[in-house]
């Protein structure tokens, strides 16, 4: 067996093209998958990490991310057009390609791990790949403000311990779009059975923190949304917007997810606009 060599069906839930190993078989038993020169038949089959796949019919982006990205992109009105951006958690590069097929400039892609980003992105001109990199440590005198857009999405960690590093990062008016996911949020006893968040309250909780460290860090909460599709084991995540040099947004985020709650079948009362159930500065309309 070869070093670092991965089973197929592994690979395809890695790289987010699949969110567990039963799609991905049947997939592949469909005849749908294949690599650069040929079909992948054999779910078992042994790969390299890097190894280019393809999954006939499936989505337009590396990964299941990008899916992700293009609706915070679209729901919030940002075109990364020309601009020069950063993805953190770059993983497989989900964000990276879709911030580069809607004409970013320019990607720098961060991921404390390797070996996992997409080989035809790692050739692409306007990707500059930092691997076993930890965001904390990108910022310096040359790097500093140069960033237009920056993208995140991060596991194992809450995103407000990125924020530092982004917000130094950023240019004067510079915006930051990332996914909240509450399992990684809340704290211990907020986490259900197996690292699932299922409570609708937790969810809002979640929201309220990060778009306060948002307003900390001067950047203003503009807009948040449900993501499209689940995260891992089915927990709900979300996208928010926060920019600098401009006045928050009226953000409804009990209504986020109310309605978020109401699509996965979760009984759940809104809080309404109690000051305790939202985050300080941002309004419950809108």
């Excluded at 970013?104 to 070996?115: F, I, K, P, T």
């Excluded at 965001?135 to 310096?140: G, R």
């Excluded at 937790?202 to 950047?219: C, D, I, P, Q, T």
Aim: glycine share 12%.
């Amino acid at each position: 067996m070869g070093r670092g060599r991965r089973r197929l069906d592994q690979l395809l839930v890695e790289r987010g093209l699949f969110s567990n190993a039963q799609d991905a078989l049947r997939s592949i038993l469909a005849g749908d998958v294949s690599t650069s020169d040929r079909r992948l038949d054999h779910a078992g089959e042994l790969l390299a990490p890097d190894a280019p796949l393809h999954v006939r019919g499936h989505i337009a982006y590396v990964g299941r991310g990008g899916l992700k990205l293009e609706r915070g992109l679209d729901a919030f009105g940002v075109d990364p057009t020309g601009l020069a951006c950063l993805d953190v958690g770059c993983s497989t590069g989900g964000f990276t390609d879709c911030l580069l097929k809607r004409g970013a400039a320019s990607v720098l892609s961060v991921d404390v791990g390797y070996a996992q980003f997409d080989w035809t992105l790692r050739q692409d001109p306007r990707v500059t790949l930092l691997e076993r990199t930890n965001i904390v440590d990108v910022p310096s005198p040359e790097r500093a403000g140069r960033v237009d857009l920056a993208v995140c999405d991060v596991s194992f960690t809450s995103v407000t311990t990125v924020l530092p590093a982004v917000c130094e990062l950023l240019s004067p008016e510079g915006s930051f779009l990332t996914l909240v996911k509450p399992q990684f949020e809340a704290t211990r006893s907020q986490v259900g059975e197996g690292g699932v968040v299922g409570d609708p309250g937790v969810w809002l909780w979640a929201l309220a923190k990060v778009a306060s460290a948002f307003e900390e860090r001067g950047l203003a909460p503009r807009g948040c949304c449900a993501s499209p599709i689940a995260g891992h084991k089915g927990n709900r995540e979300f996208l928010l917007l926060g920019t600098r040099g401009t006045s928050p947004a009226e953000l409804d985020l009990a209504g986020v997810v109310a309605e978020t709650a109401r699509a996965a079948g979760v009984a759940w009362d809104a809080p309404g606009t109690r000051h305790a159930d939202r985050a300080p500065g941002l309004g419950a309309t809108g």
